[in-house]
């Protein structure tokens, strides 16, 4: 029997990366990044007027309140010249370049306004150096990495590989998985089940997960409790449910190995899902063996598979959320405890134990599920995977 630990730890060493490909940034949210993105200029470019109002210069304000504006600098044209006679000013819109010559920003409600079209500037106002000017380069220069390799990428990476210029991103290809449910009980999801059968849930479930992880390319498909020809759903990632414990009909390891598939793992120290296997194929493709009840299914694709994936895509694994239970919980002997929880305030968590592994309704109850250790091993807190 392996322990989650390690377990998690054989998969991820033998887990192969996947290939890289370009597409266009249109079609990069939810792609995990292979290829460092720079910055193709200083950001800003210039410096940036952050508040409608005028430009001046302060040396200027110290002396005197009354300006006569001799120009106006709008966003997206080119930068103007203050004029050098005394008390001159701009009016600038926010985005606008600063005018050559000035260094001070007066905000438009700190000014009255003349009939003779003169400002003045309220005895309020105190002049503070660089404020409301976005200097250029203060936020990054030129060739200054701001995206690297493994980044997962959404709206805020999207917004700077626009600003860029980069159109086309070298991303992880996304993999081909097959989902298969196993089981002579099961029948799909439009059926009228008998008194004995049951619809096909967990790949739907599974796949969903998938989806919304960022996988859409999977298919699913049901086999029964024999041992049938599986080499048509060898894709670059098959998850089964089902058959993979020590019964008689659990045809899955045999099935596996009989293919030429190289066992990593068969068994687990955990909670659900103590039948739970990893298997290499023979084209170097990796299959996870799950158990068929629900719970178990669904908690060993948190658990294993999307870690897996992750880490074939070249991300950076985040750090898991560390939650910390209302009331004291207990481990349990020898074996890790993946136990459905209820988030509350301040990021404490209530136990939301389902029924059994086959309590997929109870499920509804929890948020997600902390991973505690084996009952004796010190923990306070616990990484807490919320459900997808």
Not at 322 to 328: K, Q
Request: charged share 15%; hydrophobic share 40%.
């Amino acid at each position: 029997m392996t322990s989650f630990i390690d377990a998690l730890g054989l998969l991820l060493k033998h887990t192969p990366p996947l290939g890289v490909e370009r597409c266009r940034i249109e079609q990069a949210a939810g792609r995990v990044l292979r290829g460092d993105i720079r910055a193709d200029r200083a950001f800003p470019s210039f410096d940036r007027v952050m508040m409608d109002g005028y430009a001046l210069r302060s040396t200027d304000l110290r002396t005197g309140r009354d300006f006569h504006v001799t120009g106006a600098a709008p966003a997206g044209q080119p930068m103007v010249t203050l004029s050098e006679s005394p008390f001159a000013c701009v009016e600038v819109m926010t985005g606008a370049p600063l005018p050559a010559g000035a260094d001070c920003i007066v905000p438009v409600e700190e000014i009255s306004q003349t009939e003779t079209g003169e400002i003045t500037v309220g005895t309020s106002f105190e002049f503070v150096a660089g404020r409301f000017i976005h200097r250029a380069g203060s936020d990054a220069g030129e060739g200054t990495v701001l995206l690297r390799s493994g980044r997962l990428i959404g709206s805020r990476e999207i917004g700077v590989a626009a600003s860029c210029g980069a159109g086309w991103l070298e991303v992880s290809r996304l993999p081909k998985i097959a989902v298969i449910a196993t089981g002579d009980e099961l029948v799909g999801v439009d059926a009228i089940p008998a008194e004995h059968q049951l619809r096909q849930s967990n790949a739907h479930s599974i796949a969903c997960a998938l989806q919304r992880a960022g996988y859409p390319n999977t298919h699913q498909a049901t086999l029964g409790d024999d041992m049938p020809t599986a080499e048509a759903v060898l894709r670059d990632w098959l998850v089964l449910t089902g058959a993979v414990s020590k019964g008689s009909r659990d045809f899955v390891p045999g099935m596996l190995d009989a293919l030429g598939c190289t066992r990593i793992f068969h068994g687990v120290a955990q909670r659900p899902g103590k039948p739970a296997g990893c298997w290499v194929g023979p084209s170097g493709q990796m299959i996870m063996a799950l158990p068929g009840n629900p719970v178990s299914a669904l908690t060993g694709l948190h658990a294993f598979v999307l870690p897996a994936l992750a880490v074939a895509s070249g991300r950076v694994l985040p750090r898991p959320r560390m939650v910390v239970p209302e009331g004291r919980i207990s481990g349990l002997p020898g074996m890790t405890h993946h136990l459905p929880v209820i988030l509350g305030h301040g990021g404490r968590v209530q136990s939301a134990a389902t029924g059994n592994s086959g309590d997929f309704i109870g499920l509804l109850e929890s948020d997600g599920f902390i991973t505690m250790p084996p009952h004796g091993d010190p923990a306070v807190a616990f990484p807490f995977t919320p459900w997808l």
